[in-house]
């Protein structure tokens, strides 16, 4: 049983234009979510963060939206570059658990110069 | 640079074999996670402890196991090696809802 959804196994974006990259929950309990970056070889990098009772978090290039009813999320890069190819990986947790992650099978983007 | 340092970086065995893996988290973090990645596959959760303590497992074969030592420091022992054990193991430290990686060990069984 999949929880954590990532539909797009890949995606090509053009350099300096906006990429999105969605992720699906299927858990209700999930109120903690995460993106992760992944180049070849190395660990999972963290990127960035949102709590369910936001709906928007920003940093820099980098904006997560939350939508709880559609438990739907997704990663805005503005504007993408051609350093963001990597696989993006979606996480999910119950912050009042033992903080388990589950993490969706990953995205591998690909920013063409 | 993460904090996490895992080792070895590369291990190769045959079928049958036993190997330890290790994994030393970020100072002052108490959690430490297992994953495995094979080939063109997500994070596969494996085990999680705290302060020396089993927390959560995960698909976690039986011929695994994990332990954490008072150091915090961590070994997964992987014994009785099949060819499909080949994969990436993660390890992973936090002190709160964000975990940091390691930079992996990279798993062939021959």
């Known amino acids: 049983d999949q929880q954590v959804k990532q539909n797009s196994p890949s995606l090509s974006v053009q350099e300096g234009r906006i990429s999105i990259l969605n992720c699906d929950y299927t858990?209700?309990?999930?109120?903690?979510f995460l993106w992760y970056k992944k180049y070849p070889a190395e660990g999972p990098t963290f990127l960035i963060s949102i709590s369910s009772i936001k709906d928007k978090n920003e940093d820099g290039r980098f904006t997560v939206f939350l939508n709880k009813s559609a438990k739907h999320l997704s990663l805005h890069i503005v504007p993408s570059q051609p350093g963001d190819s990597a696989v993006y990986f979606c996480a999910a947790m119950n912050s009042g658990g033992y903080q388990k992650v589950t993490f969706g099978t990953g995205t591998k983007l690909q920013v063409i110069p | 640079d993460s904090g996490v340092t895992q080792t070895p970086k590369h291990l190769i065995t045959a079928t049958g074999q036993r190997v330890t893996l290790r994994c030393s988290p970020r100072s002052g973090d108490l959690s430490v996670y297992w994953y495995q990645q094979s080939l063109d596959q997500g994070l596969q959760f494996l085990i999680q402890y705290y302060n020396g303590e089993e927390r959560a497992k995960g698909n976690i074969l039986e011929r695994f196991s994990a332990q954490q030592f008072p150091d915090l420091h961590s070994e997964l022992n992987l014994s009785s090696l099949e060819l499909g054990d080949s994969a990436l193991y993660f390890c992973?430290?936090?002190?709160?809802?964000?975990?940091?990686f390691g930079p992996g060990t990279r798993l062939l069984v021959l």
């Open positions: 858990n209700s309990m999930f109120d903690y």
């Open positions: 992973a430290s936090s002190r709160s809802e964000t975990q940091y």
